[in-house]
Each structure stands twice: as C-alpha cells, then as structure tokens.
Nanobody
C-alpha cells in the first residue's frame, strides 16, 4: 500500500534547526504537489509550504525566510528545512502529497501520520 513516511522530528532549542523528510512508500506513477502542514495544540491545521514537481514553492508568511521546502523526484521525497526555530513553531508536522498511483487515474491526496517538532530550551 502507498504511504507517506515521515522522519526528522524531535526536540530542538530556540534558534536551532531541524530537517524533516517525507518519502513515498510503495509504487506510484508520479507525485504531484507535495507539502507540509502543521497543527499546534488547540489550533487548526495550517499549510506550511508546498512544492510542485518542477520546484515551484509556496510558503506561509509565518515561515517565509526561515523554512525551505525541497524535493527529490527520483526518490519521491520531500524535505522541510527549518531554521531559526521558535516556540511558535512547536507543532505536529504533517506531510501531504497528491499522488498518482496509476497513470489512468487522477492524483489523490495522501497524508503522513505526523511528526512532532518541539522547540524548547
């Protein structure tokens, strides 16, 4: 079965950096838009960043200039580099990808299980 497998979450000090990875597990035809969302306690799940397979990126204003999203199409993997982290970045980060599993069907959204990023001293 096709899944999104996340890694890289953990505890980091304020001002520190972290890199998240999300890889497609299983056979797919192609991955379309891939991205990251996050949900802090008591808040809604919000978009963090997205990247097309051609490398066009989009960022939430709150992370622009600090976070970098990238992808490796050959590995069907998307990354989120996070710098200058602060307490407001503490959240569960979810990977999302629009995946075409078969070439005769359109892409459908897939979500990772989420990985916790805690920014604390």
């Amino acid at each position: 079965q096709v899944q999104l497998v996340e890694s890289g979450g953990g505890l980091v000090q304020p001002g520190g950096s972290l890199r998240l990875s999300c890889a497609v597990s299983g056979r797919i035809f192609t991955a379309n838009v891939m991205g990251w969302y996050r949900q802090a306690p008591g808040k809604e799940r919000d978009l963090v960043a997205t990247v097309t397979r051609d490398g066009v990126t989009n960022y939430a204003d709150s992370v622009k200039g600090r976070f970098t999203i990238s992808r490796d199409n050959a590995k069907n993997t998307v990354y989120l580099g996070m710098n200058s982290l602060n307490a407001e970045d503490t959240a569960v980060y979810y990977c999302k990808a629009d995946l075409r599993v078969y070439d005769w069907l359109p892409g459908t959204p897939y979500w990772g299980k989420g990985t916790l990023v805690t920014v604390s001293s």
